[in-house]
């Protein structure tokens, strides 16, 4: 999987930021918590490194190894 890494605005990096927060809130409500790998590849995200589907499919294949 080739990154394309593709310029995001500052207003999009706080929103995928937000995302990201509320993702680990959320995990933490369930007494769950994001490894290392998997925050490694959401803060690609964060950014702009990877796309949305560049992420979908990170996580994906991330799931199917485990």
Known sequence: ???TA???SEQERVERE???AST???LRIED???D???KRIFQRHVDGEIGFEEFRSAIDELNERR
């Open 24 to 26: 680990i809130a959320n």
């Open 18 to 20: 937000r995302a990201l």
């Open 6 to 8: 593709t310029p995001i």
């Open 1 to 3: 999987m080739a990154a």
């Open 32 to 34: 769950l918590h994001l």
């Open 36 to 38: 290392d790998e998997s």
